[in-house]
């Protein structure tokens, strides 16, 4: 019997190669985008913003490492395009913000597995960017995913949730996050504006991230 | 010497008649076995997933005739559908969107025992109906441009058949072999947005038999 299963498991191994490949060259050269939430947050009650002046990029090593060019401005821009237009306000001072956003690139495969809690990668935004009463940071909901080579990733994280006692640490929430992935096409201009696009689609299936939101 | 040489005799005839026994139940069985080569065309039903009518399968059988008009077997066959979807926003949760295009797949493997009985008796044409009971691997597949999402459930298969083998020299073994089937999988499939409890599928087959 064992080995009837074994041969039947073996036949299916062989035949299952004959298995054929759709065409992949129909496929749209837009990037697929993905964005998440935490629904427990009512995102109208936000009124500030804080976002930094440069894009982080992960996977290239221990030590973060930020993009500023004029490539990295014009998707900064369009974030800050598509905020402002949700009814929120740009700050200088993130102390004076009600949420932060960052900007994220993947330059190599980044595994991020994070089942409510933990975060384990190195040279990705830390929480202590985000003033010194933030321990580490965590997603409020269950993720599990890998960013591959040339994702962009924007993260939304509540600064009002800090502790009263601001001598005690606390965990800082992710509300929102959003990545983008395609192929890359190795020509800037291409790929900027695979980018800005995906930005502005990531914004636009998160009709929740709006001041004047009334769903809830 | 008279008696060895009559147990010799005795010895020789009865080997002889065991051979022709033997060759003759050899010839029996090499007419009684039967096989079929087919490319297969399939079309699932009753699903929005892959459900694009292709031509990209085969199928193998073999048949022992266990009398005249009865046959019992075995049968592997394979079959890929595709469907490309376009750009659009899938709600994988209440809180989770995705917007892509996707190429859609679904390949399956049923594999298993079959059995048929032949209706009438043409020296040229034979048709028959059948019923194939086994297992089915099945993998679906949501391809995008950088990754690919897939399940691949296994479940129990059943697929009556029609079928007729056509035979232009009836004295030959070799002939042709034409079905039109429907098959039944009990494969459950969750895989973003979509949802299957089981799979159906019509479709034919044309090929050779020997």
Redesign the interface.
């Known amino acids: 019997m064992k080995k009837l299963f074994l041969f039947?498991l073996a036949?299916?191994a062989l035949?299952?190669s004959?298995?054929?490949?759709?065409?992949?060259n129909?496929?749209?050269?837009?990037?697929?985008?993905?964005?998440?939430?935490?629904?427990s947050i009512q995102f109208n009650k936000f009124s500030s913003y804080y976002l930094p002046d440069s894009i982080l990029i992960a996977g290239s090593g221990m030590k973060a490492q930020y993009w500023k060019d004029e490539n990295a401005q014009k998707i900064i821009h369009e974030v800050v395009t598509e905020m402002d237009d949700r009814g929120y306000t740009r700050v200088d001072d993130k102390d004076k913000a009600d949420i932060g956003l960052q900007l994220s690139y993947a330059q190599s495969t980044t595994q991020i597995i994070s089942p409510g809690y933990g975060y384990g990668y190195y040279g990705w935004w830390g929480a202590g960017f985000w003033g010194p009463f933030w321990n580490d940071w965590y997603y409020p909901?269950p993720v599990s995913y890998s960013y591959?080579t040339g994702t962009f990733v924007a993260e939304m994280v509540d600064l009002t949730a800090k502790p009263a006692d601001e001598s005690k640490k606390v965990d800082l929430p992710v509300i929102w996050h959003a990545y983008a992935?395609?192929?890359m096409y190795n020509n800037s201009r291409i790929d900027m504006q695979l980018t800005l696009r995906a930005v502005g689609?990531a914004f636009e299936?998160?009709p929740y991230l709006n001041i004047l939101y009334t769903d809830k | 010497m008279k008696t060895i040489r009559y147990i010799f005799k005795k010895q020789i005839i009865l080997l002889m008649m065991l051979s022709v026994f033997c060759l003759k139940g050899q010839a029996q069985v090499e007419d009684k076995l039967h096989f079929n080569v087919d490319w297969q065309m399939n079309a699932p039903i009753s699903t929005d997933f892959a459900d694009k009518i292709s031509g990209w399968g085969m199928n193998f059988e073999a048949g022992y005739y266990v009398t005249p008009r009865w046959s019992l077997g075995a049968f592997l066959s394979f079959h890929t559908n595709h469907k490309y979807v376009d750009r659009q926003t899938l709600q994988l949760s209440p809180t989770e969107s995705l917007t892509t295009d996707q190429q859609l797949s679904a390949f399956q493997l049923p594999f298993g025992l079959s059995t048929s009985y032949r209706l009438g008796q043409n020296d040229y044409l034979k048709p028959y109906v059948g019923v194939r009971l086994g297992a089915m691997y099945a993998e679906n597949s949501s391809y995008m441009t950088t990754v690919r999402y897939y399940s691949n459930p296994w479940g129990f298969y059943v697929s009556p058949e029609l079928g007729m083998n056509i035979y232009p020299v009836p004295d030959k073994r070799l002939g042709f072999h034409v079905a039109l089937y429907y098959s039944y999988a009990t494969n459950q499939t969750d895989l973003l947005i979509y949802s299957m409890n089981g799979q159906n599928n019509l479709g034919f087959r044309v090929g050779i038999c020997f």
Do not use: I, R
């Open positions: 039947a036949v299916t035949f299952s004959c298995e054929k490949d759709p065409d992949l129909k496929l749209s050269s837009d990037y697929a985008v993905y964005t998440n939430y935490d629904n909901y591959d992935s395609g192929l689609q299936q998160s």
